[in-house]
């Protein structure tokens, strides 16, 4: 229990190497996130993140195109099996595709994602190329309450890095990689603590609206 708390109800919808769901279930493991890790959906069967979720025995399903039920849409199929999850929370965590707006209105205020960019900077794909190309000297990751826009709702919490002289893609991207793992865990941390909401389309800590997002700072956030 999170002072007082139940465990959150987390379902997490990933396309890819799931490397933020083993961050999650690690944390749960060790004690430092009470989250009850209810569900993972995958778009890719052979998404290599579906073996976190066998491992660590995380019920998961996998729904794309191919397999949802007749007449119904994949975006239909996704909110019916988060609808039997109870999630108190949806994170979507490398989850490749782009929802519509009926799904992401059902869960309003309760589903955030994950993008590996400063928002509102480099919305979208390729990000780690764009901040190279645009010779920026910083690049980070945020954490977003979902809205229809893409990668443009209200964001909660980001953390930074710094742009190296003979930076790439991949060095960026692995430099960037664990401090996306450590603002994932301290922004779960606030929803545990139910610290953490989205009110008339503001972010809201301990029941003040946010100025301005989150800051990582070491393993902590500030304001
Ligand atoms: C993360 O960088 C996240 O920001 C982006 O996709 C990546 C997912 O990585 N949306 P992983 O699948 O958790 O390793």
Do not use: W
Request: net charge negative; with cysteine.
């Amino acid at each position: 229990m999170s002072a007082g708390h139940p465990p959150l109800r987390v379902a997490v919808l990933i396309s890819g190497t799931g490397s933020n769901l083993k961050t999650l279930i690690d944390a749960v493991e060790s004690g430092t996130l009470d989250l009850d890790l209810c569900l993972v959906i995958s778009n890719r069967e052979e998404a290599p993140g579906l073996d976190h979720a066998r491992g660590a025995s995380i019920p998961f399903e996998v729904i794309n195109q191919d397999n949802c039920g007749p007449g119904q849409t994949e975006d239909e199929a996704v909110t019916a099996a988060l609808r039997r999850a109870h999630p108190d929370l949806v994170l979507l965590s490398g989850y490749m595709r782009i929802l519509g707006a009926q799904l992401v209105a059902a869960f309003s205020g309760r589903m955030i994602n994950q993008h590996p960019s400063l928002l509102p900077r480099y919305k979208g794909l390729h990000t780690y190329r764009r901040v190279l190309e645009a010779g920026d000297d910083e690049h980070g990751a945020s954490v977003h309450f979902v809205t229809a826009e893409l990668d443009g709702g209200p964001v909660i919490a980001q953390a930074r890095i710094g742009v190296d002289p003979g930076d790439t893609e991949q060095s960026l991207a692995a430099r960037l990689g664990p401090v996306e793992h450590r603002l994932l865990v301290a922004v779960m941390e606030l929803f545990t603590r139910r610290r953490v909401r989205l009110q008339h389309g503001d972010v809201h800590l301990d029941g003040n609206p946010l100025a301005r997002p989150l800051e990582l700072t070491g393993d902590a956030l500030v304001v």
